[in-house]
């Protein structure tokens, strides 16, 4: 059974960076897809982010290109979300996800989910 602890969220200025962790346990991490998603108040939750280390391949929702990176430790078994440049439309409550089937946008198809980090920012 894998368990994901996501951790870093917080209140930050618009413009201002924040790095999201999220740690993994009881799974194969090194093969495992990673994603990010957020949803916000009266939103459904939406794709961030997700990377796939087998094949060092990484996807972003148009939004957040060139602002957001996802990355991985495989030795600590952790994937992470640096943000850089925040929005006040960046708030939401943000979560990790896993699965073992690849890169896919859709909430569906991840099988595991972490409780989720509140990221606020202000204007």
């Known amino acids: 059974q894998v368990q994901l602890v996501e951790s870093g969220g917080g209140l930050v200025q618009a413009g201002g960076s924040l790095r999201l962790s999220c740690a993994a346990s009881?799974?194969?991490?090194?093969?495992?897809?990673m994603a990010w998603f957020r949803q916000a108040p009266g939103k459904e939750r939406e794709f961030v982010a997700a990377?796939?280390?087998?094949?060092?391949?990484?996807d972003y929702t148009d939004s957040v290109k060139g602002r957001f990176t996802i990355s991985k430790d495989n030795a600590k078994n952790t994937v992470y979300l640096q943000m850089n440049s925040l929005r006040p439309e960046d708030t939401a409550v943000y979560y990790c996800?896993?699965?073992?089937?690849?890169?896919?946008?859709?909430?569906?198809?991840?099988?595991?989910w972490g409780q989720g980090t509140q990221v606020t920012v202000s204007s």
């Open positions: 996800a896993a699965n073992s089937r690849g890169i896919w946008r859709q909430v569906r198809e991840y099988d595991y």
């Open positions: 009881g799974g194969t991490f090194s093969s495992d897809t």
């Open positions: 990377i796939r280390s087998s094949f060092i391949t990484t």
